[in-house]
């Protein structure tokens, strides 16, 4: 890894990354993500106590989407332990897309491939522990607080309200997963909880101070604090290499090399081990559900300064 001295090379990479957005377009399929304007491109990278630097529209919000599910895997694995959680997911990567209910139908026993495919996240949002929903979803941001060390952050109504009138996928694959004992709860309760860890809304800043405590080993450097367990942290970055960019994921780790995971807002984070972390967004997405533009920004800032851990 090579000194990072790329304040001024930022905007540049920024400017010329963008240009690759063209070749994306916006998720519809959760209507309020529709909305997003597909030339936005920003960045921030942190790199602990303070120091940031960033570049494109750096206060612009949007929602984790499929982030959210890197976090609820840390709750889940505090609260139960990594033989419960592997013993209901498994964790090997899919070459089939996030939402496919195919290997469910496939695998014997039925149980959701890996974490980070909708069947594998919404069996893990269903171990969350709590009286309610709000008791629920009040855990997971509350993570989040002490991740970002940012008590601001909540989740966007209209968004997760978006997702859940027309989640008819999600539904089909609880329903599966009911049918076969991996999840026991409500549906409607499980698909409410889901729809607002989704949308949890951030900006590149705290993006990149989620990716930066995973990739300290679980602390937060502005507080001290460890606020997920080291053993933790080390399964979710084996994820997000494995598997964090949907059925991309192997031509990202030979390209890139960064652990990162992605969401269907166009939002990237990433967690360069003992380095630096990596907020992105930029909302027109290829074919498999990645931003294309914050792709490109990757594997150019990879490229340059010698960031792949392979
Ligand atoms: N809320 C989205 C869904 O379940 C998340 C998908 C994603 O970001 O990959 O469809």
Known sequence: ????????????????????????????????????????????????????????????????????????????????????????????????????????????????????????????????????????????????????????????ERVAKSELDTAFLNRSLCYFMKQHGVIQSSVEDLLDLYTKQCAIQVDCTDLAKLGYVIANEGRNPETGRQVIPLHITRIIKTFMVTCGMYNSSGEFAIRVGIPAKSGVSGAIMGSLPHGLGIGIYGPALDDRGNSVAGMKLLESLSSRYNLSIF
């Open 1 to 156: 890894m090579e000194d990072f001295s790329f304040n001024e090379d930022l905007n540049e990479m920024v400017l010329e990354a963008k240009k690759y957005s063209k070749y994306g377009s916006v998720a519809d399929y959760i209507p309020a993500l529709g909305e997003a304007n597909p030339e936005t491109l920003s960045i921030a990278i942190y790199r602990g106590k303070g120091d940031c630097i960033a570049a494109g529209g750096i206060y612009e919000k949007f929602t984790l989407q499929s982030i959210s599910k890197v976090i609820t895997l840390a709750v889940a694995l505090m609260d139960h332990g990594e033989d419960y959680v592997f013993s209901k997911v498994g964790m090997e990567p899919t070459g089939d897309p996030f939402n496919s209910i195919a290997k469910l139908e496939t695998n014997i026993p039925s149980k959701p491939l890996n974490p980070m495919i909708n069947a594998g996240a919404l069996a893990v949002t269903n171990m969350i522990i709590g009286q309610s929903i709000d008791e629920k979803l009040g855990r997971i941001l509350g993570l989040i607080h002490e991740m970002t060390s940012n008590s601001e952050i909540t989740f966007c």
